[in-house]
């Protein structure tokens, strides 16, 4: 299997940058926005680095195959779109229409989405199922998966728009296909809801290991869904959103891609254990941004009618009066944080600083010899602590 992973995730890797490439090429040709297709490309591309690292290091965990699959599904969709574009855009420019194109473009970006919401969160991070009683989950997912795109191959709606019709369309009320699409659409969004479940169970039952690769995708999830909860909002204040031109997508693409770098950082195991810690300084920052914003607007109404004067000296006294607040405010909250979420850090690092308040004038050997085993006891917890003096001028 070694032998032949290399080159296989090798190859993916070139059809997937491939298919990309003549997507941007094809987007080129309209009036696609560029920064929102490099958003895009950026994220299949952290998929499928992320595969190929992870089938080159472990060929036989089966998250760098599904990772690369998909992100050769996404390419290949949004190649397939990019083409059907340019074959109903108007001009001399315009290419042929194929059937076989729509069908593509139709089912990749299904493929892709489903094998990343039932496949991946059921082997991760082992690249086995939880237990043997998860199987039904499993066949449920694939069955589910192929009954919704087989439904796409045949409705007539999957054409619509373009100026060729679906060879293999079914009548819309037809009743193979309202089995096909609407159960299927059923099964998959069950297959979804218990694969995510099946995450919560890994993590009740986990060592403490595979507790913090789960929590390096958990945070990742979490920042995605912060952004697409940020452009809810921004498109219910400003409007619906335009793939084309709007930066919500932009910044809705990058936050997905921060999903298969965290999950590649989770098998690997690299620098795993600093999870806490990011989750920490992120909590804590976001709790002091949204406290020092508050008090800005706060403070820009009460400058203004305490003051009585006009003009920008209210925003001008409120924001000085929020930069003096942001270093002690910051503290208070890290230490409330630490203590919350991150109490063996937060223990060690006091003990710590109290071993340097204790010893900073100290000059008998024998006494700190003692506080630092005390020290080195109170914080790493070893089974044996030893410290040894060498003898010298």
Known sequence: MSGVARPLAGAMLALTLAALTASAWLAARGDVDTIVIMAVDGFVVANAATGLLLTTRRPRHPIGWLLLTSALAYAAGGLAIGYLEASVSSGP????????????????????????????????????????????????AGVALAALLAGVVLSPSSFEGLPVENPAALDASHPVLLVLEGGGFSLLVAAVVLSVASLVV???????????????????????????????????????????????????????????????????????????????????????????????????????????VEGELPVAVSTLAVAA????????????????????????????ADFGRRVRNQTDLAVLASELVVAAGNTMRPAHVTVWFRRGS
Do not use: C, M
Request: aromatic share 10%; hydrophobic share 50%; proline share 6%.
């Open 202 to 308: 890994r993590y009740r039952r986990a060592p403490g290991p595979q507790r913090q690769q789960l929590k390096w995708v958990a945070f990742s999830a979490l920042v995605v869904g912060v952004a697409l909860a940020g452009t809810a909002v921004w498109e219910a204040v400003n409007g619906a959103a335009s793939v084309s031109d709007d930066a919500e997508n932009l910044v809705t693409t990058i936050s997905l891609a921060l999903v298969p770098v965290a999950i590649g950082v989770a098998i690997l195991r690299h620098q795993l254990f600093d999870i806490d810690r990011i989750i920490s300084r992120t909590i804590s920052y976001g709790a002091v941004s949204a406290l020092l914003i508050g008090a800005y607007v706060a403070g820009v109404f009460v400058f203004r009618a305490l003051l009585p």
């Open 93 to 140: 420019r315009s290419l042929p229409v194929s059937p076989a194109v729509a069908w593509v473009g139709n089912v990749a970006f299904g493929l892709g989405s489903g094998i990343s919401a039932t496949f991946l969160l059921l082997l991760f991070p082992t690249g086995h199922l939880p237990s043997p009683r998860w199987r039904p989950v499993a066949w449920l």
């Open 325 to 352: 607040l942001f270093n002690p405010l910051r503290r208070r909250v890290q230490g409330l944080v630490d203590r919350r979420f991150n109490r063996s850090r937060y223990d060690a690092a006091r003990i710590i």
